[in-house]
């Protein structure tokens, strides 16, 4: 099997896992706890958040890190959290793009609902978000501009240094920035967001772990609690903490290389340039993660490639795993600027920094075949309705 859908989720290593078994069993008291036990939890927790702001954000601000169940609620409560403090401040215009994950674009549109407005940019057929457009968006009473680093469907990134700058420019406006499909491959020391959204699930770490970073202690004090409860997370985010969860989190983070691959997605792209006729890369010619491939070949349905890939043993996706059960085409390709044809045709292939030079070549082989093979095959039946017609 030849799993290339890391953008969807990605494996854990058995150390990982067995960092989680080890913490769940020696570290299982409560972090809150004031007692022995429950200290030597919290204390580790610590470390594990210490770990987790140096490796992915480069400094030692660990208390500005609020753990969250995922990066789906990660991206709600920098959103929903800051409702309170944008009604106050008579800011309740929100600069968001039309390709954000759904957790991004519903929360905003949550937000709708209670009297906010909203302008959500399209990249268009370039596929990425530039500064000018979030410039030309903001208005007056903008209080927030949410803008993801890398798109999850498109592997477009989005230029956001620039819309940082940008967007601290104008003063009192906030930028948060999903960092979920750019976190272990692109430095995030160097956006300078307020709040930067990160899974663990997508770095070899578990599921059921996100963070919401701060950039500094004030614009944390301006967030409330989206949920009701206990004190946790400086009453960020109440609930006990997932403790094994964090460890594993911190443990992934860890094994992160220090210089990410950059060469599968390049290399692959070539060798179906090569190997197959009607292959298309989408959006290559702009700034692409070098996680992400999107690619197409005429005449054949996304769909189908991909459950004949995976009777194939090969596992791809045609985008995200959470909008899988959509028969529409997927509004992020459309908002990238393709047909609904293109879309239609468009698969993910996704790369791990292990994944090798072999299974590339092999999964090459394996989508060359499948394409001919459903190419002929709808011929077939074309002539065959032909037939039936004369
Ligand atoms: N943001 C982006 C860009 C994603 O790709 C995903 C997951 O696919 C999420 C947010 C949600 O993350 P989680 O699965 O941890 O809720």
Request: aromatic share 8%; glycine share 8%; proline share 3%.
């Amino acid at each position: 099997m030849i799993y290339l859908d890391n953008a969807s989720t990605t494996p854990m290593t058995m150390q990982t896992a067995m960092a989680i078994m080890e913490a769940q069993i020696n570290f299982f008291g409560n972090p809150d706890s004031p007692h022995e036990i429950g200290q030597k939890v919290s204390d580790e927790v610590f470390k594990a958040r210490k770990q987790i702001c140096k490796r992915l954000f480069g400094n030692e601000n660990a208390n500005q890190i609020v753990f969250t169940s995922c990066g789906t609620e990660a991206n709600n409560l920098a959103i929903l959290g800051l409702k309170d403090y944008l009604i106050g401040a008579k800011r309740t215009h929100i600069v968001t793009s039309a390709t954000e994950h759904k957790s991004v674009l519903l929360a905003v549109k949550a937000l709708e609902r209670e009297g906010f407005t909203a302008t959500y940019i399209s990249p268009g057929r370039k596929g990425y978000i530039t500064a000018e457009q979030v410039v030309e968006a903001m208005r007056e009473d903008t209080g927030l501009v949410s803008i993801m680093y890398v798109n999850n469907e498109t592997g477009c990134i989005n230029e956001i240094k620039a819309i940082q700058e940008a967007v601290h420019s104008r003063g009192n406006v906030l930028l948060h920035s999903d960092c979920v499909q750019a976190a272990g491959f692109l430095d995030l020391s160097e956006i300078q967001a307020d709040m930067i959204s990160v899974s663990a699930h997508k770095i070899h770490g578990p599921k059921g772990i996100g963070c919401l970073y701060f950039k500094d202690t004030e614009t944390m004090s301006l967030m409330k609690n989206i949920l009701y409860g206990g004190e946790q997370e400086l009453f960020i985010r109440p609930g006990t903490l997932n403790t094994a969860g964090i460890i594993g989190f911190a443990y992934a983070v860890n094994c992160l290389p220090v210089v990410p691959a950059d060469w599968q997605e390049i290399y692959m792209a070539n060798a179906l340039e090569k190997k197959v006729e009607g292959f298309h890369r989408n959006f290559h010619e702009y700034p692409c993660s070098p996680r992400i491939g999107s690619y197409r070949f005429d005449g054949v349905d996304g769909d189908t490639l991909v459950s004949a890939l995976s009777l194939r043993g090969l596992y791809v996706s045609t985008g995200a795993a959470c909008n899988s059960q959509s028969v529409e085409p997927s509004y992020v390709l459309i908002e990238s600027g393709l047909t609904p044809q293109e879309a239609s045709e468009t698969i993910r292939v996704s790369f791990a920094n292990g994944t090798t030079i072999g299974e590339i070549d092999e999964a090459v082989n394996i989508i060359s075949e499948a394409v001919s093979f459903l190419r002929n095959r709808d011929a077939e039946g074309d002539q065959d309705e032909k037939a039936e017609l004369t």
